[in-house]
């Protein structure tokens, strides 16, 4: 089974504190993801990546940004939290696109909350 | 702009009986489309998924189907059972265009089995 894990569960951050959150997966999957995920607004894609040094903005990048040094691992950081940023935010893997049917495996997800 | 819709944002359903969860795209080039359920402090589990190139897939009491020319799918869950309860996700992704790696998700629908 895909196995991925985000390291924090539940945080408390204070503004204009910089936030890691660590994401592993254990397939060997070329592609990651942070989506965050709000009330009446879906999951939204905020860093993308399709191989290790390598990453895409999605549709929500500011105040984000992400590193990907090892295949594994990809980690999201929040340069200096503001409340607009509490939220779940959710990591995923995936298996590189030779086509679009590829499925998405998400983490249990990490909820953080900025005061 | 939002590409994929989900214009419910709850439905409720009794147990025994059938769920019908909506979802509209307005992007033509989306080729594959991918249903996710969610319960609450989880990430989301994938659920189903359909090519462009059907118009129904079935899996066990979950089928989806698919009208190109609407833009439209739709999940239905039969006969619907309490652990239904959750928030589904509706997410279409297109290969072969910038971005082409990303997932693009609803905003989700509550749907409640009332026993």
């Known amino acids: 089974d895909v196995k991925v894990t985000q390291s924090s569960r539940y945080l408390v951050k204070r503004t204009g504190e910089k936030v890691f959150l660590e994401c592993v997966q254990d397939?060997?999957?070329?592609?990651m993801f942070w989506y965050r995920q709000d009330p009446g607004l879906g999951l939204r894609l905020i860093y993308f990546?399709?191989?290790?040094?390598?990453?895409e903005k999605g549709d929500i990048p500011e105040g984000y940004s992400v590193s990907r040094e090892k295949k594994e691992r990809f980690s999201l950081i929040l340069e200096s939290a503001s409340t607009n940023q509490t939220s779940m935010y959710l990591c995923a893997s995936r298996q590189g696109a030779t086509s679009s049917g590829n499925t998405i495996y998400f983490g249990e997800g990490s909820w953080l909350t900025v005061v | 702009d939002q590409q994929v819709k989900q214009n419910s944002p709850s439905l409720s359903v009794q147990e025994g009986r059938i769920s019908i969860l909506n979802c509209d795209y307005t992007n033509s080039m989306f080729d594959y489309f991918l249903w996710y359920k969610k319960y609450p402090a989880e990430g989301p589990t994938f659920l189903i998924s359909i090519s462009s190139i059907k118009d129904k897939n079935e899996d066990g009491r979950f089928t989806v189907f698919l009208n190109k020319s609407a833009k439209h799918l739709s999940l239905h869950i039969v006969p619907s059972q309490p652990g239904d309860s959750a928030v589904y996700f509706c997410a279409a992704s297109a290969f072969g265009i910038q971005g082409a790696q990303k997932l693009v998700f609803g905003q989700g629908t509550r749907l409640t089995i009332n026993p």
């Open positions: 990546s399709y191989d290790v040094k390598m990453k």
């Open positions: 397939m060997d999957h070329e592609n």
